[in-house]
């Protein structure tokens, strides 16, 4: 079945510091994937996204790019704000004939940034 | 638009009781959805709907019953509720078809209800 495998947190960061969280997957077929992200007491928010490989998807100064040979879509970013403060998800969805579009979300991460 | 709105936002409920929550989409999506989060569980999937009328089960069906009747509402029923289906819900819903387009395939979520089972 598909899966979705990202670094456990939670990561606290200094405000400016560079951001990596992993993420990897297990899918047949070409998935789409996606970064979506969740501010405290708030619904997931589509923060990226990717449909192809070598796609690379970016938002808000964070990017990510769909690596078929190494099946990770890691997210990053140059230089992180306090505001960037969330839980990040990483997940996908499967190419489906039928077009169901069902997602499977790999467990998240909680980023604190500290000014 | 709203875009999608659940209701309640926050229940407490004692074991046995039932309950509705209710998801509305304003998007004209064709494909809604049912997820619970918990610590460290990420989102799972309950049920979803591909269109009026219809429903399927997801990873974790059991205990939870849905309709969707109308285009624009899903709903999720909860006959005898459990402890274990404490958890936070969020429902979600995307533009769908049967014909893979890209930019389609975008989930669109709601702002959850928390659901606390004593």
């Known amino acids: 079945g598909n899966s979705v495998t990202q670094m456990e947190g939670p990561v606290t960061l200094s405000e400016e510091a560079f951001l990596t969280i992993n993420c990897t997957y297990t899918a047949t077929g070409y998935p789409s994937l996606f970064w979506y992200v969740q501010y405290p007491g708030e619904g997931l928010q589509l923060l990226l996204k990717?449909?192809?490989?070598?796609d690379k998807g970016s938002n808000k100064g964070f990017e990510a790019t769909y690596r078929k040979e190494t099946t990770s879509f890691h997210l990053e970013k140059g230089s992180v704000q306090v505001s960037d403060s969330a839980v990040y998800f990483c997940a996908l969805t499967p190419y489906s004939g039928a077009g169901s579009y069902q997602l499977t979300f790999g467990k998240g991460t909680k980023l604190s940034v500290i000014p | 638009n709203a875009g999608v709105t659940q209701t309640p936002k926050f229940r407490v409920l004692k074991t046995g009781q039932s309950m509705t929550l209710l998801c509305a989409q304003d998007m004209n999506h064709e494909y809604m959805y049912w997820y619970r989060q918990d610590p460290g569980m990420g989102l799972r999937l309950i049920h979803y709907?591909?269109?009026?009328?219809?429903?399927a089960k997801g990873e974790v069906p059991d205990g939870y019953n849905v309709s969707r009747l109308k285009k624009q509402n899903f709903l999720l029923g909860l006959e005898s509720a459990a402890p274990s289906q404490t958890s936070v819900y969020f429902c979600?819903?995307?533009?769908?078809?049967?014909?893979?387009?890209?930019?389609?395939?975008?989930?669109?979520f709601g702002p959850g209800t928390r659901l606390l089972v004593l």
């Open positions: 979600a819903s995307i533009v769908g078809g049967r014909r893979r387009v890209s930019g389609q395939e975008t989930q669109y």
């Open positions: 709907s591909v269109g009026e009328g219809t429903t």
């Open positions: 990717a449909t192809k490989a070598d």
